[in-house]
């Protein structure tokens, strides 16, 4: 009778041996007339998970003997699941190599070359041809996320992570470039690096040095890539107080916003919208001028950095103190002018229902002539918010300034707008126009009584 464990050896043969046992107890079990067989069921249950068992090892093992050999990791000689590159140029499998670094090793295992970092780099293209093959051969791995992440930082990627911020005070513009495109990178790639700035106490402003210093002199390339690795840096939440609060950091944003490529521009504002995330952060961005620049962004018009100072905006207008500051930087014109084109429409209607709580935007809706613009998108959109946002203006507008209630009541009459809304709207909706209906409707019936 077949043992227990698992079977060790060929796994092809161990399979054909435990097919005929499964077989030889199953008959058992069947000729058993009067049911007493139950050790028999037992070890034909036994028998049927070491089945399975192995046969789902073998695809693992068949893979290793058989795939072609620069699949294989050349420390631990298996499929790799998770190529990483190191700064040789030579790929390994991730927690093989992690297991050499852990062990104190510098060296690359191939060449004995030492490493100048130990950055692992994905490898997609081997780890798709391995897939490839697995797929063609009927061969299946592990999935690489079984194994832990062990990405956190080693000493050597901690000095090399303090040369490159030594680097950006280096007085040789190419150093400094060379710095901060690694760091741009390194940040992106790899979440460790952006938790490490929160670690050195100077480091974001040895980051901004070259910004800080040379503001007449400012290369354009140089920087955006110290922008989005500032950019890099706010996604950590843990970060986002620290960057907001480090002196010269806004400010520097602020600079990168009203100049540069359209992509520093845009990342300045993106990192804005990441920072607003924290409340007490919008006070201090909104309190260094922030909202001017990012309002002229958006009037200018650049597909890329609409998004992101739509955002940013947005997101810094939720404390009341931003939106009189919105409002006065003129917020209300550029965005009555970009919904009028049906340029991003969505976005931008959501701030200017935010905004329409202030006074001054009341007025300046009124002067610029929101009514009829928002009438027409009403009439138009399908969008059930953008009604809603639409007739939520609307209503504000209508218990605010008796003047344009002539206005609502002709539309009303021309089209049933609002009674559209007020029978298939979202409820805030229905609420809304029922009151704008209610409202501009009572001065016709006391005028007809009269």
Request: charged share 25%; aromatic share 4%.
């Amino acid at each position: 009778m077949a043992k227990s464990g698992v079977y060790e050896g060929d796994p092809t043969a161990n399979i054909t041996t435990l097919k005929k046992e499964l077989q030889r107890l199953v008959k058992s079990i069947i000729d058993d007339e009067h049911n007493n067989g139950f050790d028999v069921i037992d070890q034909a249950t036994q028998t049927l998970m070491n089945l399975k068992k192995l046969k789902s090892s073998s695809l693992v093992h068949v893979g290793v003997d058989t795939c072609p050999q620069e699949f294989k990791c050349p420390v631990s000689n298996e499929v790799m699941r998770d190529p990483v590159i190191i700064s040789t140029g030579k790929t390994y499998d991730r927690s093989s190599i992690q297991k050499w670094l852990k062990a104190g090793n510098r060296t690359c295992p191939t060449t004995q070359q030492v490493l100048s970092h130990t950055i692992l780099t994905p490898n997609h293209l081997v780890r798709d041809m391995i897939t490839q093959w697995c797929k063609n051969h009927g061969v299946r791995l592990p999935s690489p996320l079984q194994y832990a992440n062990e990405d956190g930082l080693t000493e050597a990627d901690q000095d090399h992570f303090l040369s490159l911020l030594k680097k950006l005070s280096s007085s040789v513009l190419s150093e400094q470039k060379e710095a901060a495109k690694t760091l741009r990178s390194l940040t992106k790639r790899i979440p460790s690096f952006r938790a490490f700035f929160s670690e050195c106490s100077d480091a974001i402003t040895q980051l901004l040095a070259p910004l800080s210093q040379n503001k007449k002199e400012t290369h354009l390339d140089l920087q955006e890539d110290l922008i989005t690795t500032l950019l890099n840096l706010s996604i950590l939440d843990n970060n986002k107080k620290m960057v907001a609060e480090t002196p010269m950091v806004i400010t520097i944003l602020l600079d990168a916003l009203r100049s540069g490529t359209i992509e520093t521009r845009s990342n300045a504002a993106a990192t804005l919208f990441t920072l607003s995330a924290l409340d007490s952060n919008k006070s201090v961005i909104g309190k260094a001028g922030a909202l001017k620049p990012l309002i002229d962004l958006l009037d200018e018009g650049h597909a890329l950095a609409m998004k992101d100072a739509a955002s940013a905006i947005f997101n810094l207008c939720i404390i009341h103190e931003n939106k009189g500051r919105a409002v006065r930087d003129g917020a209300i014109n550029v965005l009555l002018n970009k919904i009028e084109d049906r340029v991003q429409v969505d976005e931008l209607l959501s701030i200017l229902a935010m905004l329409s709580s202030n006074q001054k935007a009341i007025e300046d809706l009124c002067d610029l002539g929101a009514v009829s613009c928002l009438f027409s998108l009403m009439r138009e959109t399908t969008c059930a918010r953008n009604k809603e946002n639409c007739v939520a203006i609307l209503y504000t507008i209508c218990f605010n300034d008796r003047t344009k209630w002539k206005e609502m009541r002709e539309e009303e009459s021309n089209y049933g707008t609002l009674s559209q809304v007020a029978q298939n709207g979202t409820l805030r909706a229905k609420r809304k126009a029922e009151g704008v209906l209610d409202r501009i409707n009572r001065p016709m019936s006391r005028t007809h009584t009269a």
